[in-house]
């Protein structure tokens, strides 16, 4: 078939199974837009078309990624000498750093994972809080090292790992190597976790600590929210998206370790027909993957669209929006707020209004209205189980969200509850 006329059918065929998820009105799951220069930068990256193995290959795509990778520390406030790699998303960039922490925790104990594999090896323990992200139970699945090893510990009513219950897990079994993995950012409720307090808890155990920061170490970019993450930067590794709060196309997710030499170890590759400059870093011995593409690009180019204050001002908007969408939403009549965002994660519930009602009516009354809200086209929300209750979550991840688009929710909300 003639090229044109494929992609002339293909956007004929597509229409209406299109959501408009880059757009401003967008608030379901934690889905971010694509800024114009990631955009312009992700077609430019399909039409070169570079194999961003290693630098031989690509060199451009290296020195991009290598520049992005040293930026995204700088703004992400992590430490200077930890190793990156850019990856598919926070999924892989949790697998990238599980790998390195693998490596290291049997390593001390004498063993050689990447030689003699987990058969007979010392069983890796994972601390973790029961709000655990399923993301990071299926990398501890794909690294084999079994769902049954995640021991869940006890929350507050803030939904922070409790230190007392941490350093009893680790006392209870003071020689068994151990990941404690830290929440940056709940996906219901945007909670962190008290990194300062936890991690020397963890540290004094040996433990690895591991931050799943996917949307919610973006905090660290504002002098606003900076407090948030206060501590953070003391872990062993990090994991969080570009593709969600920073707002460059799919797929791109980050990780970062500061025992590089973990880091490389359990990954790196070299085979007799490649050709590595010993002089520049290659991608392949940081990345899972070996052919792929050349991610680095729309990362740089978001990064010098919007510069420092940019990212800055991109996190303290999104979550203001969250804030103003969350209360105002939370205060019409017939809904009720709740959870106020701490950054860019709100929760709504609509009960229902008749005086017997019960909790499964309140339940079913809620996702009505999220079904009606969608069915206008207006806006987009999703629904989740938070706490045994359904509630509506309302996520601003989006650059394009703007006051008008909050105005313009609310209002469409408000008419809506009026009259169901
Ligand atoms: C989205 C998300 C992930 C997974 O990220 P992907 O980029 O989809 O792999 C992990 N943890 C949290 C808290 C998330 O919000």
Redesign the pocket.
Known sequence: MDAERVVAELVDDVEGGILGSAGGRFFG??VGGSLPAALAADWLTAAWDQNAAMYTCAPAAAIAEEVAGEWLKEILGLPAQASFALV???????STCLAAARHALLAKRGWDVERQGLYGAPPIRILSSDQM?G??ERAVRFLGLGREHIIDLPVDSQGRLRGGALQQALRSDPSSPTIVLL?A???NTGTYDEFERLIPIAHEHGAWVHV?????LWAAASPTYRHLVRGVSTADSW?T?G??WLNVPY?C?YAFVVDSESHRASLSHRAPYLTHDSGARDEMDWNPEWSRRARGFPTYAALRQLGRNGVAELVDRCCRHAHSLTTRIGSLPGAELVWEPVINQGLVRFPDSSPEASAEDHDRRTDEVIAAILSTGEAFFGGTTWRGRRAMRISVCSWRTSDDDVDRVVNAVAQLSGSL
């Open positions: 799951w934690v598919s998303g926070c999924q892989m960039a949790h992200h993301t990071f929440q950012g709940d996906v799943d920061g996917a949307f919610g994991a998206d593709h969600k797929d997710g």
